[in-house]
């Protein structure tokens, strides 16, 4: 069973920045983040794959996802946070099948 060992979140002030860490134990074709408020539906932050790269659309322009293929490792850089980016984010795998595997989540608060 693939593991992921995610980092970076916690509490952050309007306008700050923080940087998400997913390490991986498997390999896997695109690596993203989605992200789930309370009383919302899960929804799509950032993925990187087959060369490419996806953003929802309230977050481009102020994230940046990237990849160490290496190290099975995807970061998202999150520049000028606002509160209604609080949420706990999930790093998520994906293999060619289709077949989604999710880590654990973790907690960000943008407030002041």
């Known amino acids: 069973q693939v593991q992921f060992v995610e980092s970076g979140g916690g509490l952050v002030q309007p306008g700050g920045s923080l940087r998400l860490s997913c390490a991986a134990s498997g390999m896997f074709y695109a690596m993203g983040w989605y992200r789930q408020a309370p009383g919302k539906q899960r929804e799509l932050v950032a993925t990187s794959g087959g060369g490419s790269t996806n953003y929802g659309d309230s977050v481009k322009g102020r994230f940046t996802i990237s990849r160490d293929y290496p190290k099975n490792t995807v970061y998202l850089q999150m520049n000028n946070l606002k509160p209604e980016d609080t949420a706990v984010y999930y790093c998520?795998?994906?293999?060619?099948?289709?077949?989604?595997?999710w880590g654990q989540g973790t907690q960000v608060t943008v407030s002041s």
């Open positions: 998520a795998g994906q293999v060619l099948s289709g077949r989604f595997s």
